[in-house]
């Protein structure tokens, strides 16, 4: 037994048991994501060749399908042809499918045993004998992902033994289709990659404002209309004045494809949920049907992001009629227990100034338009539960009252789903801290444009799906966690799985494989073979790009300064240029901190040294500063700053100073002070900042959504815009004294963050608060 080995089994539970020769297999062997619950390696290999069968216990449908299924995976690759058979046993040379009902687990529990002789894969349904495809899939070289034949290579499987069960069961990956269309051979590119990760929930966004994508033969201006827009956003959403391309733009999927990519996933063990938004996201559908909003209109399809005032009338019944009929077809096409529906981001504006809303907020004995949303979700989960459905909805749908049935998908962090956990309904985890996938995995200077945020590969592997808040009987409740990718700034599939991959990788481990069992080490050593399945499945995966010590975007200094650079991957090495060219494999090796003593820029890459594979370029900044003065003859006040409130939908923090506040005061503590009473908001801040040592800071601004920072007077940091929740650092220079600041800050709707840390010359962080300033008397 090696001491590698041994290490490796007492840090994730592998064992190894000892055989008759000295051919054990490594760790490197048995290298799988996500990493099973309880693997053995052992003595030996199976070999593949053209006499091998594959043999199955029973002859229903499902078990066949695998069978085919794994026929289909290893013939191409190998060439060679396998035949399925029935039996009753395993026999010398075949892969052997075993329904066995004494296989404990939850579902998708499965055994796979590699002998010399035999490969086994037991389980109590024909779903766990596919995850132990999936296993056997990953115990092949990397090459068996080939679409042609592939000579020379040794089809050979490791012994081992793996016991292997889902530690929960909704395990989901979502995609937005309405902002950007994709065709129906990606998505099912899309999920074939699900499936490789068992992973067993496809979420399909199906509607928004910029676009409805499903036929809808009862409404066909869903498809003349509704799915198409007349131009396209060029930037950021949160840039103004606001540019479009006047490019028309559309799509949709007819019935036929929908059912078409709904059994591709089914013959995969998938659920494929869709979405139907509602009542907000629904200007396309208002632009084919004006008759369904509160003002009549006219709509036109969207052409840039965000969130918009016009939704569905609650007031009209034509609207309820529509969306059961919608509805009606939807779940024709959709076999799924679940609908979601949406009920994110709907702005109250037009109920507010409906007659018919607000008779109808009377009629019922609702208090607000809160309310009225809630009638409105409960009104529609009581028609999907007629038809035996269940609905899923964001974590708005709390508000105002839980219909009684909902699953609620947490998005705005955990609380909303802490929250329905605790009043008895399931939940879904998918907080934009950790899952959502449209963030920006290195600095945004070096990626393509996207929405903001930062959620690097680390991050998604270090969550967890059931909070600490919760006691063990509301944990039972947490079904599972999904990841999301909005397509805002994603229009090509590349760049959706550039956005996904690795991430979702990560993800599949997090759902799949105990808490106590996952190591990030490892799970990296088990990406970087994986990595070579991905190429050759030819996945625009995400290559991690080198790592600064300090995770900061921008370096400043006064005489010099040093920058360490780290990646976490192995065999690789970084290289990098400080001349503004572009680096290459040829460029200088780093080997230790850069020393830069001029203004510039650092560009470095990550090289695979096997095959010279490189990554994206990391660009640091670096800025030679000077010492801004203090601010004389001042007097402080007491602790905290000042505030102005407004209310609004402001796209950039200046627009709110064209208004009145509606609320003035001081703030002690939280940022936020407890006067929002509106989705849509800005706040100003004042106030004087004590420095007690002169030398170099760097002031980190995140917001969700935009904010900026005036030192002195002086624009200093730039974080405005709508965008989620990003951070920008900038190096100022300062002296002992007192500076006068002013920070804005505007939320455009949904969760909102507002936080502001300070690196001290010596490297400390310390996070500052309201409590860390002065008024200005």
Same mark, same amino acid.
């Given at each position: 037994?090696?001491? !590698? ?25 048995? &290298? ?11 003595? !030996? ?20 399908? +695998? ?11 190998? !060439? ?107 998505? $099912? ?7 490789? *990760? ?37 930037? *950021? ?79 009209? @019944? ?10 009606? @077809? ?5 076999? =799924? ?24 907020? #009377? ?24 038809? !035996? ?70 991050? +998604? ?70 990595? $070579? #399945? ?15 010590? =300090? ?29 503004? &060219? ?27 040294? =096997? ?12 800025? $030679? +500063? ?20 407004? @209310?609004?939908?402001?796209?950039? +923090? ?23 009473? &509106? ?12 420095? @007690? ?8 601004? =995140? ?20 965008? &989620? ?53």
């Amino acid at each position: 037994m090696k001491k !590698g080995l041994l290490t490796l089994s007492m840090a994730l539970g592998i064992t190894l048991f000892a055989g008759c020769n000295s051919q054990k297999a490594t760790k490197d062997d048995l &290298s799988i994501i996500p990493l099973p619950v309880e693997m053995t390696a052992g003595t !030996g290999e199976f070999k593949l060749n053209g006499d091998t069968k594959i043999l199955t216990s029973s002859d229903n449908e499902e078990v066949l399908g +695998v069978a085919g299924y794994l026929s289909e995976l290893l013939s191409p690759a190998t !060439g060679f042809a396998f035949t399925t058979e029935l039996a009753t046993e395993a026999a010398k040379n075949t892969i052997f499918l075993k329904l066995n009902p004494e296989i404990s687990g939850e579902t998708g529990a499965y055994h796979l045993t590699v002998s010399d002789d035999q490969v086994i894969i037991e389980a109590p349904e024909s779903i766990g004998l596919f995850y132990g495809v999936q296993s056997l899939r990953q115990l092949l070289p990397a090459e068996i992902e080939s679409s042609t034949v592939q000579n020379g290579i040794s089809w050979n499987v490791p012994a081992a033994e793996i016991k292997d069960e889902p530690q929960f069961q909704y395990r989901g990956l979502h995609l937005d289709v309405g902002r950007h269309f994709f065709p129906v051979s990606f998505i $099912k590119k899309y999920i074939d990659l699900l499936a490789m *990760h068992k992973m067993n929930k496809f979420h399909w966004h199906l509607t928004e404002d910029q676009g409805w994508r499903l036929e809808i033969k009862k409404y066909p201006k869903l498809q003349e209309i509704a799915s198409q827009r007349e131009g396209t956003l060029i930037g *950021h959403g949160g840039e103004t004045p606001f540019e479009y391309d006047n490019k028309p733009y559309g799509g949709y999927y007819t019935q036929e494809e929908a059912r078409e990519v709904v059994a591709y996933a089914a013959e995969r063990f998938i659920t494929v949920i869709p979405e139907i938004e509602m009542p907000g996201h629904a200007t396309a559908a208002l632009a084919a049907y004006p008759e369904l909003g509160c003002t009549g209109g006219p709509y036109e399809v969207i052409k840039r992001w965000g969130v918009f005032p016009d939704i569905y009338c609650a007031g009209e @019944e034509k609207t309820f009629e529509f969306l059961e009929n919608v509805l009606l @077809e939807v779940m024709d096409i959709f076999p =799924s227990e679940y609908i979601h529906i949406g009920g994110d981001e709907a702005p109250k504006d037009r109920w507010e100034e409906c007659p018919k809303c607000q008779a109808r907020i #009377r009629r019922e004995g609702l208090k607000n338009e809160h309310e009225l949303q809630s009638y409105f979700i409960t009104r529609m989960e009581k028609f999907l539960n007629k038809h !035996g459905r269940q609905i899923i909805g964001w974590d708005e749908i709390l508000e105002g009252g839980l219909a009684p049935g909902a699953t609620v998908m947490s998005w705005r962090g955990e609380a909303g789903g802490i929250e329905a956990a605790k009043m008895g309904h399931d939940v879904i985890m998918t907080p934009n801290s950790h899952l959502y996938l449209d963030y920006y995995q290195t600095d945004p200077e070096n990626e393509p444009l996207g929405i903001g945020g930062y959620l690097p590969l680390e991050k +998604v592997y270090s969550y967890h799906p059931v909070p600490e808040a919760l006691t063990d009987e509301e944990a039972k409740h947490i079904l599972g966690a999904q990841g999301n990718l909005w397509t805002e700034y994603v229009k090509t599939a590349d760049h959706v799985e550039y956005m996904v991959y690795p991430r979702a990788v990560a993800l599949s481990e997090v759902v799949w494989t105990p808490k106590e069992q996952r190591d990030y080490s490892n799970f990296l050593s088990r990406l970087e073979k994986h990595y $070579k #399945r991905l190429d050759i499945l030819d996945v625009n995966y995400f290559y991690e790009v080198p790592k600064p010590s =300090s995770n900061t975007a921008k370096a400043g200094f006064l005489e010099s300064t040093q920058i360490a650079l780290s990646t976490p991957l192995k065999n690789t090495e970084i290289r990098y240029t400080l001349d503004g &060219s572009e680096p290459t494999a040829e460029s200088a090796l780093y080997t230790k901190p850069v020393t830069v003593d001029k203004t510039g820029v650092l560009k470095a890459i990550t090289v695979k040294t =096997s095959t010279g594979e490189i990554s994206k370029t990391l660009e640091i900044p670096v800025t $030679k +500063v000077a010492y801004t003065a203090p601010i004389e003859n001042i007097t402080p006040g007491e602790n905290g700053l000042t505030y102005s409130y407004y @209310e609004g939908f402001f796209r950039t +923090v200046k627009q709110m100073e064209e208004q009145q506040p509606e609320n003035t005061g001081i703030v002690t503590s939280k940022w936020i002070p407890e006067v929002v009473n &509106s989705a849509s908001f800005g706040f100003t801040f004042s106030g004087l900042l004590p420095v @007690e040592k002169n030398g170099l800071y760097h002031f980190h601004l =995140s917001s969700d959504d935009g904010s900026k920072m005036y030192l002195n007077e002086q624009e200093f940091i730039d974080n405005d815009g709508l965008h &989620s929740n990003q951070t920008v650092i900038e190096p100022a220079a300062l002296k002992k004294g007192l500076y006068k600041v002013k920070i804005y800050f505007t939320e455009g709707g949904g969760g909102y963050n507002l936080n502001l840390k300070r690196q001290s010359p010596d490297g400390s962080v310390k996070e500052l608060t309201p409590a860390d300033f002065f008024t200005e008397k």
